[in-house]
């Protein structure tokens, strides 16, 4: 019933580690915002947990990243960082909905693994128009 025709998959393969990453990534959101897309219609997903989001650290060139300080408010909320750009492991992402998804810890050796497969298949999920898989090709 989504009105709008959806991008479909985009992958990216990446040499050159966490550097490489995070100028990607940092492309990729410049792109995305051309095309009327805001910071908060996209999601960082994390497909090998938090491990895979460590390298960004507090943000993405200039976007401040949003994400679980692992604190909680008396109340019960989440304490989140400040920042416009949600970053979530797959597992935190669950429930949860964007425009566009950005799927980071992904290499050519784990594409064939029946537990990122369902890590993948749990974030591509999230996205309503699109996704971009940032895959590492030196792994």
């Known amino acids: 019933l989504n009105p709008a025709e959806g ?3 985009d992958i990216r393969q ?3 580690g966490d550097a490489s990453l995070t100028d990607a990534l940092q492309e990729e ?3 995305l ?4 897309l805001d910071l908060p219609d996209l999601m960082i997903i994390g497909l090998q947990g938090t491990r895979g989001l460590k390298p960004l650290g507090d ?3 200039n976007y401040a990243i949003r994400r679980f300080t692992g604190r909680y408010t008396p109340e019960g909320e989440q304490v989140m960082t400040q920042g416009l750009l ?3 492991s797959v597992a935190r992402a669950k429930g949860r909905q964007c425009v566009h ?3 980071v810890g992904g290499s050519a050796s784990s594409m064939s693994d029946p537990e990122w497969q369902r890590a993948l298949y749990v ?3 999230r996205a309503t128009v699109g996704a971009t898989l940032f895959i590492d090709a030196d792994r």
């Open 29 to 31: 959101i410049a792109r």
């Open 86 to 88: 949600l970053a979530e």
């Open 101 to 103: 998804a950005l799927l």
């Open 59 to 61: 943000s993405v060139g």
């Open 7 to 9: 991008s479909g998959l």
């Open 33 to 36: 915002l051309k095309l009327g």
């Open 14 to 16: 990446l040499k050159g």
């Open 123 to 125: 974030a591509l999920t």
